[in-house]
């Protein structure tokens, strides 16, 4: 009998359709051994399992929950943008940007992915807030875009050593679908990926953030500031109304101190709006004496928008003031601008 695709999860219809084909038990830990470890590209793959069974389930219970439709790589080859294509055919984006280690390091390979298909949150400059919201994506949905990629890494003979919930979508705002995928990409029997390696990026629900800082596997914790008035920061994150910005540093303070992990605050640089230089002495005010970390990020500029990216020169006045007020600021411009890799930007080329 088939089962039939519904919103279960992978685990789920996996073990369901074991014990309908009458499998003993430890064929489900080899079939997650292939998808999480061994990073299968397909039931053919798994030598250990009898063929009918590798049929059946090919069948069944499809081994991902996203097809790549289209895949960018930017000219220096570092940054690779998936197109991913759900079984109800919303698109929803990843990225992976590698980074070669600095003398003794290792390379890190960063996986930045999606949590819903659109976005509820509206803020002013991102693409993906345009399209409104769509859906949550299940948690399989999300583990699923870190192997995508996780695949494509063991080809060059590297792995995904971070993963960064900064695509498309608010990720607080579907909690349950990414704590369950913090799980599985976590757990040992699963991806096996150190909670100490995941960063949840929020534009700030606080009562979620003070949930977060409660879970058992403890994520890194970043906030999407982009303003340092209650005024200019509601007009650019419209949640900011609901969660003005002393509530929101409180729970980040809490959350630092619960899990003594250094938040980090991006901060989009928009030209005109919020790059000032007054503006970077009320945020360098702002990050006094707080376990916090400053990601300075000049505006990709998404197409139709009036919202400009700074120049560089402004961006370095910028940084200058917070580091001399022993702010740790880095500035990250984008990666892979050439391949529309800013948020939601390559989705909204193919649905407008
Ligand atoms: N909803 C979450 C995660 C997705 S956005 C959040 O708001 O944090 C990830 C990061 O990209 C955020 O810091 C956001 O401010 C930034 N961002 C969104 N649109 C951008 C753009 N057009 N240019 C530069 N950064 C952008």
């Known amino acids: 009998m088939a089962v039939t695709a519904g919103s279960a999860s992978f685990g789920a219809r996996l073990d369901e359709a074991l ?7 430890y064929r489900a830990r080899q079939v997650r051994e292939w998808k999480y470890r ?12 009898p063929a009918g069974l590798r049929q059946e389930l090919g069948r069944t219970v499809p081994l991902s929950a996203v097809e790549p439709i289209q895949e960018l790589r930017s000219d220096d080859g570092r940054t690779t943008k998936a197109l991913l294509r759900l079984a109800d055919n919303q698109l929803v984006e990843a990225v992976l940007m590698r980074q ?3 003398n003794e390091e290792a390379p890190r390979n960063t996986v930045c992915l999606s949590s819903q298909a659109g976005c509820k949150m509206r803020c002013s400059f991102c693409a993906t ?3 409104g919201w769509r859906r949550d994506l299940t948690s399989d949905e999300i583990a699923d875009q870190a192997l995508h990629f996780a695949r494509v890494l063991k080809g060059e003979g590297e792995h995904v050593t971070n993963v960064v919930f900064m695509g498309m979508g608010e990720p607080l705002d579907n909690y349950d679908g990414v704590i369950e995928a913090i799980r599985l990409l976590n757990s040992r ?13 929020t534009c700030g629900l606080v009562p979620a953030i003070r949930r977060l800082a409660n879970e058992p596997a403890q994520v890194n914790l970043a906030v999407s500031l982009a303003a340092t008035t209650d005024e200019r920061r509601s007009e650019l994150i419209p949640l900011n109304r609901r969660y003005p910005i002393a509530e ?7 959350y630092a101190r619960q899990t003594r992990r250094r938040v980090s605050f ?8 919020n790059d000032s230089l007054d503006e970077a002495q009320r945020l360098k ?7 916090a970390h400053v990601n300075l990020i000049p505006l990709n500029p998404v197409e139709g928008d009036a919202y400009e990216r700074p120049d560089e020169l402004a961006v370095r006045r910028f940084a200058k003031v917070l580091r001399e007020g022993r702010v740790p600021a880095t500035v990250r411009y984008s990666k892979g601008v050439d391949i529309v890799a800013g948020c939601g930007q390559l989705r909204a080329q193919r649905v407008g």
């Open 189 to 201: 029997e699963a991806f096996g990926l150190g909670a100490r390696n995941m960063t949840v990026s």
């Open 19 to 25: 014990r309908t084909l009458g499998q003993p038990a």
């Open 38 to 49: 061994r990073l299968a590209a397909g039931y053919a793959e798994m030598g250990n399992l």
């Open 266 to 273: 991006e901060y989009v640089l928009i030209a005109g709006i």
């Open 100 to 102: 070669q280690g600095l």
């Open 248 to 254: 929101l540093l409180a729970a980040c303070d809490d």
């Open 285 to 291: 005010a702002l990050m006094h004496g707080r376990l």
């Open 129 to 131: 807030g345009h399209g």
